[in-house]
C-alpha cells in the first residue's frame, strides 16, 4: 500500500481518460444515443442505445472477471458470474463488498453533463461508434474514481490508524473530509491534466480531428472526479473493517 | 467518393491507432494470454484468452451492427445477426459482398508479431486488462487497413475508369499494383506516424508510463499496413462490379 505507486497509478490514469475523451468527440453530440426507446435495437425498446452497450460491455466484462477487481465497479446490477479466475493478487483492502463503494451512478450523470459540454452539437448519424467511445471514457473515469477511492483511502488509514480510525468510529464525515483532503495535491492533479490535455492535442491536424477546451476538463477534474473521488474515500473509510 | 476526405480520415486513424497501442504496452507482454488451451476461461479451453476476448467482442459488435460497415471486417465468422439497423448511409461501393475483402487473418499474424516487439518481456498477471487492450488495437488497425482497401480503390476507379476497368479485366494484378502505388505518399505516412507518435509521448512521464519506439511504429506501417492496404485494393478491384 505505497502512496507513490497508487499515485502513480492515477496519474497513468488520466493519460487513460484523456484519450477516450479525445475519441469520443470525433463523433457529433448525437443526442438520440442517450434518449431511451430511441435505441431501434430489438429486444431492448424502452433503453437508450448507450444504456444497452453499456449493459452487454459489462455483461462480458464480468464473465472476464472485471468485477473482481476493486476500481473496477459495474453500472449495472445482475452481471453475470465470472468465467475466469483473475490471476493477479488479491489487494489488500479490509472491506466486506467492495460494491459498497460504487459511485457509477453519480458519475453517469457528471459524464452525461461532460458529454454536452464537450462534443459538437449535432448529429452525423455515426451512433454505434459514439456509443461504443461513450462506453470506454465512462469505464475510464469510474476506474479512476474507484481506484482512488478504495486505494488512497486505505493508504491513508494505513498511515495515520488512530486518528483515522476514532472518527470511522464517530461516522464524523466532515472531519475525515478535512483530514483527507489535501489542496495543494488537488491543485497539481488539475493543471497537470489541462497541460497533459493541451500537449496531447497540439500536433493534432484540426481539419480532421475536434479538439478538446482544455479547461473543460479542469472543471471536470475540480468539479466531478476530485470530490467523486473524496466521497468514495469516505464510503471505504466508514465500511472498513477495523 | 472525395480522396481528400478519404485520405483525412486515414489520417485520423493513425491517432486511434497509436493511442490502442500506447494503452496495450502498460502491460507486460503475458506471453500466456496468447496460448491456446491457456485461458483458465470455462467453456472454451481450446483458445487463448485473446481469441475468447476478441470472439466475444466481435459477437456483441454484430448484434450492434458494427460489421454492416465496409471498414469493419471480422475475425470470427458465424457471428450473430445484427439487432439494429445502422443510420449512416450506404456507401457508394460496387461490390457484392464486403467480405470478399477481409484481411483480418493476415493482420493477426502482424499484430502478434508487432506485441512481441513493443511490449514490455515479462508477466504481470494483467492478462484481462492486456486482452482487451489487443481487441481494441487490433479492431483499430483492421479498421485502417479496410478502410483503405475499399475507398482508396473506389476513388482510384473513378478517378480514372477506363485504365483500371481494362486491368481488371485482365486480371493484372502487377499493373494494377504499380498503378495504384504513390511512393511519396506512403513515405509521407509513415514520417508523420512516427512524429505522431514521438509527440504523443513526449510529455508523458515514463516513470509510470511505458513509451513505444517510434521506429518500431514506422517499420509496422511500411511493412505490414501499407502493403496490406495495398493488397485490399487489389482485391476490392478485381471483385468490384465494372
Not at 39 to 46: C, I, L, Q, W
Not at 54 to 72: C, I, K, N, T, V
Not at 138 to 154: L, P
Not at 208 to 221: E, G, K, M, S, V
Amino acid at each position: 500500500m505505497d502512496l507513490n505507486i497508487i499515485v502513480a497509478h492515477l496519474e497513468s490514469l488520466e493519460e487513460t481518460i484523456i484519450s477516450k475523451l479525445i475519441d469520443r468527440v470525433q463523433f457529433k453530440l448525437n443526442p438520440v444515443i442517450y434518449q431511451p426507446g430511441n435505441s431501434g435495437f430489438v429486444g431492448a425498446e424502452g433503453k437508450s442505445l448507450f444504456e444497452i452497450r453499456l449493459l452487454f460491455q459489462e455483461e462480458m466484462d464480468a464473465q472476464f472477471g472485471r468485477y473482481s477487481q476493486p476500481e473496477e465497479r459495474p453500472f449495472n446490477k445482475n452481471l453475470p458470474e465470472p468465467k475466469r479466475r483473475v490471476s493477479t493478487a488479491a489487494p489488500e483492502l479490509y472491506i466486506s463488498d467492495y460494491n459498497q463503494i460504487n459511485l457509477t451512478a453519480q458519475i453517469m450523470k457528471s459524464y452525461l453533463n461532460l458529454v454536452m459540454e464537450i462534443c459538437p452539437d449535432g448529429d452525423d448519424k455515426q451512433y454505434g461508434s459514439s456509443v461504443v467511445a461513450d462506453v470506454y471514457a465512462f469505464q475510464a473515469i469510474c476506474e479512476r474514481i474507484h481506484f482512488g477511492s478504495f486505494f488512497v483511502a486505505e493508504s491513508k488509514i494505513q498511515s495515520n490508524f488512530e486518528t483515522y480510525s476514532q472518527l470511522i468510529k464517530e461516522k464524523n464525515k466532515e472531519a475525515l473530509m478535512n483530514l483527507l483532503t489535501r489542496k495543494e495535491v488537488e491543485d497539481r492533479i488539475i493543471l497537470r491534466v489541462k497541460e497533459k490535455l493541451a500537449y496531447a492535442q497540439a500536433k493534432v491536424n484540426t481539419a480532421i480531428r475536434t479538439t478538446i477546451n482544455p479547461d473543460i476538463i479542469l472543471q471536470f477534474y475540480r468539479d466531478h472526479i476530485i470530490p467523486l473521488t473524496k466521497e468514495g474515500e469516505i464510503l471505504y473509510l466508514l465500511n472498513r473493517i477495523i
